[in-house]
């Protein structure tokens, strides 16, 4: 008896009617999303629209989503060395300073939190973002050296650090009254509870308690401190003025913002 000859249907058939060896599987439902502002996060999403650029193509201005916040301005040093990556986001290059402030981003910084979204291929982003009051003896900072993130004082009474979880990354890092909060994970993926620092700073809290200027990609105004300018891409900056990011509720929150941050396909 020979074989019957194969059938061709040249259409689009759904799932449902082909037959598989393996069933297909039951995906979980979707999970939630929430827009950043939504959220209640201020949002610098690195993407042309949100980005004044001079004639020579350096950005000169760096407006937050929907406006909903303080313009992001560059550093003194910063002479024209911002641009965005072809691939959307702010490109940063070692030991050149493109960063930027927001000033007075936080007044009397009691709890805060900030979600940075970055790519970091040599594990060498050095200094992301910094929180600096202009008349404080210390000032706080997140960074990524030799493939170990850092949130941590200047005066070093207080740190949280753990290993970076890929060249690609979110990174959360959370204060509560002179304690600091540290999570990391790759974007897609569930961001884990956070890490503590082991002890609380009151020093750090009483330099924090005026206004202070958010730095994004460097630590200050000042021009010699190179080594702490890395190489990275940063495509997002999301802060809670007011928000514990170890509590059930705000952790949910901040969950919901990345994973709304992570569907759009990124900042182009």
Known sequence: MTE???LYIDIDLPDRVILRDEAMPTGAAPLPTLHPNDAEAIWYRAHPDAMTLDAKGA?????????LGTLARPVDPNDGNARLAP????A?????????????????????????RLASPESQARTLVTLNPPDGDTY????EKDGMIEWRDDAGTVEVSMPSPGAEMWVLAGYDHGRLMLSA????????PVQFSTATSAGLAAALSGAND???????????????LGSATIFDVLLWLDRDCAAPEGAEKIAQACRFVDQQGGAA
């Open 4 to 6: 019957p000859a194969p």
């Open 59 to 67: 950005i000169a201005a760096w407006r937050a989503e929907n406006d």
């Open 87 to 90: 691939g959307g986001g702010v």
């Open 92 to 116: 940063f290059i070692r030991e050149v300073n493109g960063g930027f402030i927001v000033d007075a981003a936080l007044v009397e910084a009691e709890r805060f939190c900030c979600a940075v």
């Open 140 to 143: 706080l900072f997140l960074s």
């Open 185 to 192: 994970a790759k974007p897609g993926t569930r961001m884990p």
């Open 214 to 228: 958010l730095f994004i990609g460097c630590r200050s105004h000042r021009k010699g401190i190179l080594k702490t």
